[in-house]
């Protein structure tokens, strides 16, 4: 669903102003949204995910585990799919905590694409390059938004996800690099434009919430506090958008209709978006990229 029809029904739990303000800029930060009781929840449900990493020893298709990982000191870059896992965190997914709030930015109807919970242990787990989140999983129009819940809040020193103001409504860059590996990293050539004063880095605490549009150009920097920063990020869709290829993530709530009703009709926007790699050859995540340039 485009913006102008969004706007059309009334807000939920946002103001008029913070709509705008989220179709303006491509982002949206919420200070403290999520409330104190579902916050314990959500720590109970992430530290039982945490444990059970303890006895994996490789990176499967749930734990993606950091340099140092052991049972004595869990370390992990990723839990994917973590509604999958644990149900406390599906519920929070399908709860109108959420999925009111996503509504007012993508319509009343709205649909779960996947979710994962990246974790930054701290004293200096990796960040991200700047990339946009699409083409790793093009829709038919660009409403899908990831929701960014900082369960425990995000200080500076912890790598809070930053943005470009705007960059929503710019080109969709590629996420390959020169040798055709699908990088999700936007290459140096590309980022001309770029000031170091363009950033935002929002931070705040617990519960702080970011609703972030698929095409916004955004990273973060590595996690330098002895402090894991917790970040459960949901992504959903307006219910007419509908996903083209497979999800580099699978979930089998993919697709599942968190609030109103099915669409009939796709939306469709005809601004094109680069094709992915073929997910079902499996998936390699941004982190296996890095370390192969870092020991090269
Ligand atoms: O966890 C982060 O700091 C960034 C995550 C991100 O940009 C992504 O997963 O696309």
Redesign the pocket.
Known sequence: MIPERVLEHPGIVLTEQQRRRFFADGFLVLEKYVPEAWLKRLRHATEELIEHSRSVTESNSTFVLEEGHSPENPRLH?VSSPQDQHPILWEFMSDPVLTDLVADVVGPDVKFHHA?L?I?SGKGSR??DW?Q?IP?WPHTDYSPV?V?VYINGCTPEQ???SFIPGSHMGPLYSMYDHDGNFV?RIRDEDLGWMADDMAVKPVGGPGTTIL?NCRTV????PNRSPDP?L?L?PVYSSADSFAYTPSPIPSRHQGDIVRGQPARYASMDPRPCEMPPDWRNGYRT?WQFKKDTEST
Do not use: I, Y
């Open positions: 990723r994962k990246n930054k960040g991200f990339h989140d790793a990831t960014g790598g809070p996800l999700v972030l955004h990273g973060s920097t920063r970040l990020l941004v």
